[in-house]
Nanobody
C-alpha cells in the first residue's frame, strides 16, 4: 500500500536551514505529483510546495518563494524540502502528500520549530 514517511524536522534558530525527507513506497514515485503541506497551531493546512511528475514549474506558496526548494531524488523514491532562511512563522507540522488513483495519501508529519 502507499506509504509516506517524513523525517528531518527539528528545532532550528531563525535564519537556519533544514532538509525534510519523505520516503515513499507502494506507488510509482516518478509518475505522480508530490507536495509538501504544513499546519501551524490554530491555522488551516496549506500547501507549501509541489513537484509535478511530468516536469514544468514547481509550485511554491508566496511566503516561501526564494527560501524553500522541493527536490526529487534521482535514484530513490524520496521527496525533499530544502528550507533555508527559516523564520519563526515557518514553525509547523510538515506533511508529505500524493494522490494515487484519486485517493489522497499523507504521512504522519514532521515538526519544524524555528525559535531562538
Amino acid at each position: 500500500q502507499v506509504q509516506l514517511v517524513e523525517s528531518g524536522g527539528g528545532l532550528v534558530q531563525p535564519g537556519g536551514s533544514l532538509r525534510l525527507s519523505c520516503e515513499t513506497s507502494g506507488f510509482t514515485f516518478k509518475n505522480h505529483d508530490m507536495a509538501w503541506y504544513r499546519q501551524a497551531p490554530g491555522k488551516e493546512r496549506e500547501m507549501v510546495a509541489a513537484s509535478r511528475w511530468f516536469g514544468g514549474s514547481d509550485y511554491y506558496v508566496d511566503s516561501v518563494k526564494g527560501r524553500f526548494t522541493v527536490l526529487r531524488d534521482t535514484n530513490n523514491p524520496v521527496l525533499y524540502l530544502q528550507m533555508d532562511s527559516l523564520k519563526s512563522e515557518d514553525t509547523a507540522l510538515y506533511y508529505c502528500n500524493t494522490v494515487v488513483q484519486d485517493t489522497d495519501y499523507w504521512g504522519q508529519g514532521t515538526q519544524v520549530t524555528v525559535s531562538s
